[in-house]
C-alpha cells in the first residue's frame, strides 16, 4: 500500500518535472497532486528540489554539496583539523544519505546542519590564509 502510493506520487512528481523543467513553480508540485492531503512535500530531499525548484534549485543544491565535499578533502591534508573533518564527514552523509527517506533540511537538522558546516568553512578559510591551500 505504502509503495504504490509512493510510486503514485514519484509518477506525479515526474510528470510535472517533465512540464516544467527549468523553473518549477514552487511547492504546489505536491499539493496539487491530491494524492496525499497530509503532506506538501515528499520525504525525498531530492525530490523536493527537483519538482518544487526545477533544475535551477536542484543545481544549486548539488553545487553546495560538491562544495562542501571539496572543502573536507582540502582540511583532511593537516592532521589538525580531525575533529573537524570527522563532524563534516558525519553532517554529509546524514543529509545526504537520509536525504533518500527524509526531507533533512528542514527546521532543526537544517540548524545543526548548517551551523556545523559554517565551521567547517570557517575552519578551510583559516588554513587558506595560513597555509595558501
Known amino acids: 500500500m505504502i509503495l504504490k502510493s509512493l510510486h503514485k506520487l514519484m509518477a506525479y512528481s515526474d ?3 517533465n512540464n516544467k523543467t527549468i523553473l518549477i513553480t514552487g511547492g ?7 494524492l496525499f492531503i ?3 512535500h515528499a520525504h ?14 536542484f543545481s544549486i543544491f548539488a553545487w553546495f554539496w560538491f562544495y562542501i565535499v571539496w572543502v573536507i578533502i582540502k582540511l583532511m591534508t593537516k592532521r589538525e583539523n580531525e ?10 552523509l546524514v ?19 548548517m551551523f556545523v558546516l559554517g565551521l567547517v568553512i570557517a575552519q ?6 595560513r597555509y595558501n591551500l
Open 15 to 17: 510528470t510535472n518535472f
Open 44 to 57: 525525498n530531499v531530492y525530490y523536493t528540489y527537483l519538482v518544487s525548484g526545477g533544475l535551477l534549485i
Open 95 to 113: 543529509n545526504l544519505v537520509i536525504g533518500w527517506v527524509n526531507t533533512t533540511l528542514h527546521h532543526e537538522h537544517a540548524i545543526l546542519s
Open 38 to 40: 497530509s503532506g506538501a
Open 124 to 129: 578551510y578559510r583559516i588554513l587558506f590564509a
Open 83 to 92: 575533529w573537524i573533518v570527522l563532524t563534516g564527514v558525519s553532517v554529509v
Open 28 to 34: 504546489a508540485g505536491f499539493i496539487g497532486s491530491n
